[in-house]
């Protein structure tokens, strides 16, 4: 098993000059692998992050997502083509990163609602916008990865079998899905169900705990999801997906009202432990 961490607990943009030495820390605290947000696609920033990653030894994943104008299942065709837009300018990144999987809520605008449930036009308009981003994927190297979320996030995928349906119904190589702890903690009835339903299309997975803090310092049922994961013979990565109040932007984006832990790197050092600990002792 490798084990990742999320940089949206510190940014949604890793190139600044600060970061490196951050990265450093991550490397010697123990992880082989931190996820890149690309919101604001620059492939020769991107590029140029990707370096000195390697020269540190950490591998990558990338993560991204769809606004109200990228929104694949908008009812202005201008909106669903900027969303393969979007998408096919990450993937260019991701290629100039060495990035296999780039992963989120591909698949509609995240925190916009129409008041109903997916309809199966929507649902249309999604698969055929990422057929499309799919095929520029497969030559870039990239599987795009669609992270099913709450309710209360997005309203096109909120569980595990919606993820795995659509997926199916692309049928594309380059197209799979991962299982987030945190949206199923709050959406599945049974997580060995969840995921055995998945199993053949689920290639990443979110470490988050209940409460978006610290992995092991909340209400999921680990214990479960281990024993569920090592059914289904899952050995891809682990990566912790945590959030805070260091971006006043993303701690709104995300809802973190209060403080939850002592600062970002104790909670990645305390998370990572905590991971290696209790997968590596689930039966």
């Known amino acids: 098993m490798k084990y990742g961490m999320n940089m949206l607990l510190w940014t949604g943009d890793c190139t600044g000059p600060k970061f490196p030495a951050l990265f450093e820390r991550l490397k010697t605290t123990g992880f082989d692998l931190v996820e890149i947000p690309i919101f604001d696609p620059n492939v020769k920033k991107l590029a140029a992050l990707a370096k000195k990653l390697d020269d540190m030894g950490l591998e990558r994943s990338a993560v ?61 308009w999604s698969a055929d916008g990422l057929r499309e981003a799919a095929d520029y994927a497969k030559k870039a190297g990239v599987t795009l990865v669609l992270e ?97 109040q260091g971006l006043p932007a993303l701690a709104a984006a995300t809802k973190i009202w209060r403080k939850m832990f002592p600062d970002e790197e104790t909670l990645a050092k305390d998370g990572l432990a905590f991971m290696k600990k209790s997968w590596e002792a689930a039966q």
Not at 72 to 90: E, F
Not at 95 to 119: D, E, R, W
């Open 64 to 124: 991204t997502c769809l606004t109200e104008k990228t929104n694949l299942v908008g009812t202005n065709p201008k909106q669903r083509a900027a969303g393969v837009k979007h998408l096919k300018a990450v993937i260019e990144c991701c290629q100039a990163m060495g990035v296999k999987k780039l992963v989120g809520p591909l698949y509609a605008a995240l925190g916009v609602f129409s008041g109903k449930g997916p309809t199966k036009q929507e649902l249309r």
């Open 148 to 244: 099913f979320l709450n309710r209360f996030e997005i309203y096109l995928l909120n569980c595990a079998e919606d993820a795995a349906n659509l997926v199916r119904t692309i049928n594309h190589p380059n197209v799979k899905m991962m299982y987030d702890t945190f949206h199923a903690n709050i959406e599945e009835k049974s997580i060995r169900n969840a995921l055995e339903v998945c199993k053949d299309v689920m290639v990443h997975v979110h470490i988050s705990e209940n409460d978006r803090s610290t992995p092991g310092k909340g209400g999921v049922n680990w214990a479960d999801t281990w024993r569920s994961l090592k059914a289904i013979n899952y050995n891809e990565l682990l990566v912790i997906e945590a959030f805070g």
